[in-house]
């Protein structure tokens, strides 16, 4: 399937900014962390009892802990992983790939 063609001008749909790469890795990793806690929580409730909170406050803070972390972790990679490079970037990758200027002696 050929990828979709891209908007060159006009008031067509543009490309998601920095934030809202940010707000949707913290959406799927807050997602990913709720399920995460809540087999991680209710395995060691079933194991190890739920304690002096009840079955309900530690099993939410196993979620909302996991939570936290991994859509954290998530929207900071979101964020890192951007698609679009500068043309600075791209010349500087270009220029580190590119072999040296000082080469070995062949053997004999």
């Known amino acids: 399937m050929p990828p979709m063609p891209t908007n060159t001008g006009g008031g067509g749909m543009r490309a998601p900014s920095t934030f809202d790469k940010w707000k949707m890795g913290a959406m799927i990793g807050g997602t990913v962390g709720l399920v995460m806690g809540f087999l991680f929580g209710g395995f060691n409730i079933m194991r190890f009892g739920a304690g002096p909170n009840g079955v309900m406050r530690t099993l939410g803070q196993y979620m909302m802990g996991s939570a936290a972390t991994f859509g954290f972790f998530m929207s900071i990679g979101s964020v890192i992983r951007t698609e679009g490079r500068s043309p600075l ?15 070995p002696r062949p053997s004999k």
């Open 89 to 103: 970037v791209n010349e500087a990758f270009a220029r580190a790939q590119r072999r040296p200027l000082i080469m």
